[in-house]
């Protein structure tokens, strides 16, 4: 197996200039393997010796540990650890004596970053927050060695504490937040690194506690009933459902958790909410559901306080989206606002309107889920369509609309109650067996005109709850024990082209999914465990 070693001021490609920092980019190929007999999870080993390689001894011990012994004009880089990295949560004993760089070093595939944690370095990207405190993000736009091969790629210098524990899947969150991509992780390892001189290394690298993968996490006490309605505006969570109290606050069917406690908004409603959106402008919180008051079926709430917009709508409000400065109601309501619509309205922040002709001619119609995306509406809805004076049949379907007219995607044997959208993909999830004449089992995707199934699909069960992350994972809740033949209850995650378990899942039915702005997951619904109601993937 062939890895790459970390620069040294030897192999720098940017220009002289950057040899005053103590940085570089790029690195030969390098001898890899195992590590030796290690208990723990590390499965990488890395000894890298430049020039006529003598006068430096690597060793790979058991149980994650590694030894370099040198005196030599070479620069060397020898470390252990993951690969894949998998949000490693590294730790380690020991350290090195005469070396110019010790600490947690990495690549990720896609995109093309090698990353240094615990040293400055580059353009500032802006800071972040771990449990050990502030980093700042620094950048390089390199090209010469690396992973591949040779070519351009970017580098990342974390300035902060670069101490025991490192945990990486923190830090790559902290990335996220300032807008940066992160997909495939490569190796990470704890790496010893000397240009020259003299000098001793003895490491011993595991896993702390939390490390390599996500876990669910309850969020305090939960809520004291059902949750039907997640959304986040940054890293606040806010939450609608049947519930009185969150965290054993008292919070009339919608709360926010935030800072690791839970608190009321506003006053709150007399009834449950089953749908909210938030405008990330302004921070305005919308809630929909089958309250009257603080406004009848629908609010907004901003600047502390709840109000309506008009006179609210005639009956439940049972979706929202917000998307291009306009927000989107849907339902079982034929006014709002005063003004006549046929159960889907628009909010252009001046007033209520139909969208075009959508249901006209329809009896019975009611809307479903919503889902929006740069100039697109995607709307999941159902009619009755009487023939021949028989029981009238229920028509389920799907279909979008651009700003000015509607296109129907596509029929569905049962309900659609979930939508969501990456990039040009949109996903449905509901109780159908059908899309067309096509089997599909309860989840579907529409891309380049036509639907297909992700996998063999949920069977025996529903899906009630989608979301993507910027990775373009789909993440489903519902009522289900297994998807695409993988066993997970009632919640899983699709790649692309395979499903997986969330660990151990919950108890009961997922009802709504929202993601905060470290890609951390948050599912509400019917269950117990592993919250109350509520609970959180991170």
Request: with cysteine.
């Amino acid at each position: 197996m062939k890895a790459n070693r970390i620069t040294g001021k030897a192999m720098l490609v940017m220009g002289a200039a950057l040899v005053l920092v103590i940085t570089g980019c790029g690195m030969p190929n390098a001898p890899t393997g195992a590590d030796n007999g290690a208990a723990r999870a590390t499965n990488y080993y890395q000894c890298w010796i430049g020039g006529n390689q003598s006068g430096v001894t690597c060793t790979n011990d058991a149980g994650g540990r590694y030894r370099v012994n040198w005196n030599t004009s070479n620069d060397w880089v020898a470390g252990k650890g993951w690969n894949p990295c998998n949000n490693a949560n590294i730790q380690w004993t020991g350290g090195c004596t005469g070396c110019n760089y010790f600490g947690v070093y990495g690549w990720l595939s896609s995109p093309l970053v090698e990353y240094y944690v615990g040293r400055g370095g580059g353009a500032s990207a802006g800071s972040y927050s771990t449990s050990k405190g502030s980093y700042t993000l620094n950048s390089y736009n390199c090209n010469g060695p690396n992973i591949t091969g040779n070519g351009n790629f970017v580098q990342y210098n974390c300035s902060g504490s670069g101490s025991s524990p490192v945990n990486l899947a923190e830090h790559f969150q902290g990335w996220r937040s300032l807008g940066k991509t992160v997909t495939t992780q490569n190796y990470c390892m704890v790496a010893s690194e000397a240009w020259s001189g003299s000098g001793s290394a003895d490491v011993t690298v595991s896993e702390a506690t939390g490390g390599g993968s996500k876990t669910w996490q309850a969020l305090g006490s939960g809520t004291n009933d059902y949750v039907y309605a997640l959304t986040c505006n940054g890293n606040t969570l806010y939450a609608g459902g049947f519930f009185t109290s969150a965290g054993g606050t008292a919070a009339a069917r919608v709360a926010q958790y935030g800072n690791n406690s839970w608190s009321s908004v506003g006053s709150g409603m007399d009834n449950y909410v089953e749908a909210l959106a938030c405008n990330p402008a302004n921070g305005a919180l919308f809630a929909g559901g089958a309250f009257s008051s603080p406004s009848p079926y629908f609010a907004r709430y901003l600047y502390g306080s709840w109000s309506g917009y008009g006179t609210g709508m005639d009956s439940n409000v049972r979706a929202l989206a917000f998307g291009s400065n306009r927000l989107y109601a849907g339902g079982y309501f034929s006014t709002a606002g005063g003004v006549a619509v046929n159960q889907l309205a628009q909010w252009n922040g001046r007033s209520w309107s139909a969208l075009g002709s959508f249901g006209s001619g329809k009896s019975g119609v009611q809307v479903t889920a919503l889902a929006a995306s740069g100039s697109n509406l995607y709307v999941s809805w159902s009619y009755r369509q009487s023939s021949g004076g028989r029981i009238p049949t229920t028509i389920h379907t799907v279909s979008r609309w651009n700003g000015s007219s509607w296109t129907d995607l596509g029929t569905f044997n049962d309900y659609v109650g979930a939508l969501a959208v990456s990039g040009n993909t949109l996903y449905a999830g509901g109780g159908f067996t059908k899309v067309g004449n096509t089997t599909i089992n309860a989840i579907a995707r529409y891309s380049y005109g036509s639907w297909s199934a992700l996998g063999s699909g949920v069977s025996g069960g529903w899906v009630s709850a989608l979301v993507c992350d910027s990775t373009g994972t789909l993440y489903a809740g519902g009522a289900f024990g297994s998807i695409g033949g993988t066993q997970a209850h009632n919640i899983a995650a699709w790649n692309g082209s395979s499903w997986s378990a969330l660990g151990s899942g919950t108890n009961a039915e997922v009802r709504a999914l929202a993601l905060d702005s470290n890609g951390n997951l948050y599912a509400g619904g019917y269950f117990t465990s592993p919250g109350n109601h509520i609970a959180a993937y991170k």
